[in-house]
């Protein structure tokens, strides 16, 4: 990722962090939690990589496609959360 990205808001230099993504369709949200970000210390804006927003928005509209049929079908809501977390490596050696 390029260094000394300037922010396209307040001009000032964006440091690279992680940060939480917030989606919300049809009543339904959904986070995505430590994604790699360019993020403005001076007013805060974030800026994340297009192929990574892509995946990321790809892959949570098929999530909230999902989610919505199963509603439909079932009437109601079939859960209320889904967490994904990336295993620590003795937790996926024991698998």
């Known amino acids: 990722?390029?260094?000394?990205?300037?922010?396209?808001?307040?001009?000032?230099?964006?440091?690279?962090g992680r940060t939480t993504l917030h989606?919300?369709?049809?009543g339904f949200y959904?986070?995505?939690?430590?994604?790699?970000?360019?993020?403005?210390?001076?007013c805060g804006t974030r800026t994340i990589a297009g192929n990574i927003a892509k995946d990321i928005g790809d892959t949570m509209e098929l999530l909230f496609q999902s989610v919505k049929k199963?509603?439909?079908?079932?009437?109601?809501?079939?859960?209320?959360?889904?967490?994904f977390h990336k295993l620590t490596?003795?937790?996926?050696s024991a698998r």
């Open 1 to 16: 990722m390029k260094v000394n990205k300037p922010c396209p808001e307040c001009k000032a230099i964006m440091k690279l």
């Open 23 to 26: 989606f919300e369709r049809s």
């Open 30 to 42: 959904a986070d995505v939690e430590d994604v790699e970000a360019y993020i403005c210390p001076k």
């Open 70 to 83: 199963t509603a439909r079908l079932k009437e109601k809501t079939s859960f209320t959360g889904i967490s």
């Open 89 to 92: 490596a003795s937790k996926t």
